[in-house]
């Protein structure tokens, strides 16, 4: 069994940064990859970053230059260091993490329980 703990959402003014932090913890046996999605009011979930097991990753393309995805492969612990951050970026933010765990014999994925980002001035 995984669990996914997120934090480090909240409020800040444009321009602003925020780092978001997601841990995952139980019977890893796998990590492929690891990913930040977001969501806000009345939208479809987006996909913003994705870091894999070997350290490639990729980005939406409006957050590129904005945003890094980390990740500290051993904790197996995410981040999503935000910067200039801008008002359309509000939205609840997921972190999803792919991989094979103990106790399931197919791979499959879990997802946090979301954490709210709120830019405004």
């Known amino acids: 069994q995984v669990q996914l703990v997120e934090s480090g959402g909240g409020s800040v003014q444009p321009g602003g940064s925020l780092t978001l932090s997601c841990a995952a913890s139980?019977?890893?046996?796998?990590?492929?990859?690891m990913a930040w999605f977001r969501q806000a009011p009345g939208k479809q979930r987006e996909l913003v970053a994705v870091?894999?097991?070997?350290?490639?990753?990729n980005y939406a393309d409006f957050v590129k230059g904005r945003f890094t995805i980390l990740r500290d492969k051993f904790r197996h612990t995410v981040f999503l260091q935000m910067t200039r951050l801008k008002p359309e970026d509000t939205a609840v933010y997921y972190c999803?993490?792919?991989?094979?765990?103990?106790?399931?014999?197919?791979?499959?994925?879990?997802w946090g329980q979301g954490t709210q980002v709120t830019v405004s001035s």
């Open positions: 999803n993490v792919e991989g094979v765990f103990g106790g399931e014999s197919d791979p499959s994925d879990y």
């Open positions: 139980g019977s890893i046996v796998i990590l492929d990859s």
């Open positions: 870091i894999t097991n070997g350290g490639s990753t």
